[in-house]
């Protein structure tokens, strides 16, 4: 897996810092920008 993309923006890591967590037993990635609205939301 080479590329990383914010699951709600769909931003790569070129252009943003992604935080990965795990949902449902996946690796998934949130951006910086979203994670406000990811948490609350
Ligand atoms: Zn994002």
Excluded: T, W
């Excluded at 709600?8 to 951006?31: M, P, T, W």
């Amino acid at each position: 897996m080479s590329e990383a993309k914010c699951s709600n923006c769909g931003r790569s890591d070129e252009e943003v810092k992604l935080i990965q967590y795990r949902h449902k037993g996946k690796d998934a990635f949130v951006c910086v920008h979203c994670l406000p609205m990811f948490i609350h939301g």
